[in-house]
């Protein structure tokens, strides 16, 4: 069981937005912990996507949003491309632990 | 530019210990730290903790303190994590990553995570 919960997995047709959410508590977003998600290809190691809630390493594409609101936060790629189809992963600090804590990742299906 | 090799797979038997490596290339090793962060077959990212090698601190998580130690020679610019008593439950692919701090206190730095190793499988298998 992670502690930031997010859904197993999304679809969408090429072209199309999809949006995968990312839910914590008031231990970790809900207390104004910043969220970063990173995508894992297939047979890959995970890289950086999203910094900060928002930000975009450099080489990261603007088809890739992000945001946090509350206790949640969710990360938006639109104009969707059979390059996308990977594992999302959401993670920030959690204060009860003491550390990094990460989602159990969102499989993305480009249909 | 940053690049982090890291040692390759093991096999280890149940009750025995693994340490693995992960060596920096480009940058200045002590001023970042590194964190360990590991995959089971088919499942999520379980973060193991981290080093802070201009300091020497090392941190963490709660479910593997006693178990993991994480070290770094900076003369080699190399991290260490070594995990003891051994189970099944431990094969995995184990990842280093760079840490880059953005925030905090006192008492605590936040970071995220932005180049990682290529990971190391091991196997634990009696």
Redesign the interface.
Known sequence: Q?VLTQPPSVSGAPGQRVTISCTGSSSNIGAG??V?W?Q?LPG?????LI??NTNR?SGVPDRFSASKSGTSASLAISGLQAEDEATY?C?S?DTS?????????TKLTVL | QVQLVQSGAEVKKPESSVKVSCKASGGTFGSYSISWVRQAPGQGLEWMGRITPMIGLAQYAHKFQGRVTITADRSTSTAYMELSSLRSEDTAIYYCARDTPYGGNSLVVFYYMDVWGKGTTVTVSS
């Open positions: 992670s912990y910043d970063h990173y894992q890959t190691a995970p890289n950086l910094y900060q390493p992963y993670q600090y632990l003491s550390g990094s804590v990460f989602g159990g990742g």
